[in-house]
């Protein structure tokens, strides 16, 4: 029976109406009938049917999901249609490139209305991961995008949501609601930042206020979260677009793309430090003209030190992003191979890689995220009005606390949690406690116990959502057995059955994944410890180069399947 026949519980459906009505009775005795509830009213109304259109489903048996109860609406989502058939190899590079492009103009796009001087980026340490550009209709990045997708994972890893991924309807169902989920969330990222942080112009302010008096700050934070979403969705469509009819994914081509230009400015850049300062921001200038314009005793009396590990893009910082490059250059060609044979054609034989970072740097991708959105909501907890009268949670310095106009946290959870940008951070105020260590504004024993926090949790983190992210790929034995038994090969030696396949895959995919996930959190993070030029963070490092590789990786196999289209079915790609 179709889910709009089906019968519905119209009881629990009632219930799930009868809270959001008692939000809506609360929201207009604290505001009144203003245009503030009005606005507010016509964001939660939907909200209340996607709950009602879960609550109310009944499921066909106890391993259906009540997300199936959202199909009427999913249908309606928009959708970038999937080719008919194969898409060539320059086509698909075209596209990437027209995505690319778009990508950089969009970030140059700054936000009608807003006062640029007053805007604050609750994102600004991890600004190379969430792509986007500060002030600019691309200011969420791709921050709704990953955060419904950690949520979605999190759901379907822990068996909330009751979605067997293998079969098509099922992650039809899933992919469908996580599109839904990123409307959401970006309005659930949107609305703080504007409440705060994106001033808006007084100007605009005015202009706004002579069209309708009185009401002139709320459109115009109106108008700028609308700006946002325009922002944010075509972020998220354009991903669609790459991962369809590009090459590789949208997210991972914006912030490979971000990531190379942060470097490249890091590195070359002659813009003076500060306005006045005589000495370039960049590394190499910088380095030249310590050498050019300070004598000997002065290098050693401090020279040396400004040159190789004072901010910004310090020459140990350069260091350690080409030894980065080196090492995940070196580990992402390492994999083990499994001998495999055709079960029909004699001497058919071939090999099925598993490379020993399986879960690729999607893990260490979602870890930031996660860490920048308890970055923002420590920071909205401690400063918003609207937030930090919360019980327990508002401006709670265990939290984390912020002094005044900064988005760096200067204690509790959060800074515990923050990004550790370089020596400086950590090293020094070890080593020389007397010089450096009254900077931090935090005892050694805490400084010391703040490196150990981030790199336990960047590592343990990233192992958990290597494990979420293979699964929801299918990229698990299960699903690697079926495919490899689907295009008739085996491994020699071995009974052809998936299940036997899944036993000998078992020995294999979850160590791997447990390694690669540990391995690239154990990077970035060590990456972060030693700084990275133009201020991108070890994690944005690990990923541009990881991105970059696998581009050229998918590109060679690109190539190979265009001489060879046999080879498509092997991949799992059209026909």
Known sequence: MAEEERERNRVYGLISLAFWALVLIMMYNSSGPSLSFILTALAVIPI???????????????????????????????????????????????????????????????????????TMDLFSEFRAIMAGASGSIMHLGIGPIVTASIIMQLFAGAKIIKLNLTKEEDKAVYQSTQKLLVIIMIFVEAIPQVYGYL????????????????????????????????????????????????LGSGISLFIAAGVAQAIVVGTFNWEPITAGSPVPAGTLPKTIYYLTHMSAPEMA????????????????????????????AYFQSTRVELPLAHGRARGARGRYPINLIYASNIPVILMSALLANISMFALLFWTNPAFKNWPIVGHN?????????????????????????GVGDWLMPLVYPDRYLAATGHPWISVLLRVIVYVSIMIIGSMIF?????????????????????????????RRDPRVLEKVLQRYIPAVTDFSGAFVGALAAGANLIGTVGNTSGTGVLLAVGIMIQMYEAMGKEQMMEMHPMLRQFFGKEG
């Open 48 to 118: 209340a049917y996607f709950t009602y259109l879960i609550a109310s489903y009944v499921p066909a048996d106890e391993d259906e999901s009540r997300l199936h109860g959202l199909k009427p609406v999913l249908r309606y989502l928009p959708v970038i249609k999937k080719p008919d058939g194969h898409v060539s190899f320059k086509m698909k590079m075209i596209w990437d490139f027209v995505i690319l492009v778009l990508y950089f103009v969009l970030t140059n796009v700054a936000i009608f209305g807003l006062d640029q001087q007053k």
């Open 199 to 246: 001033v808006p112009d007084s100007g605009f302010i005015q202009a706004l206020d002579g069209i309708s008096p009185g009401n002139g700050m709320f459109l115009a934070r109106f108008l700028i979260v609308l700006q946002l979403f325009i922002g944010s969705y075509i972020v998220f469509l354009m991903d669609e677009v790459v991962s369809k009819w590009g």
């Open 301 to 328: 009396g401090g020279g040396f030190e400004r040159m190789f590990l004072s901010n910004p893009n310090p020459i140990i910082a350069l260091i350690g992003t080409t030894t980065i490059f080196l090492i995940v």
């Open 397 to 421: 310095w265990m939290l984390g606390f912020y002094e005044p106009g900064q988005t760096r946290p200067s204690g509790g959870l959060a800074w515990y949690l923050s990004t550790i940008r």
């Open 466 to 494: 290597a494990r979420f992210w293979i699964e929801t790929t299918n990229m698990g034995p299960r699903a690697i057995a079926e495919n490899i038994q689907r295009i008739g090969m085996q491994i020699p030696g071995f």
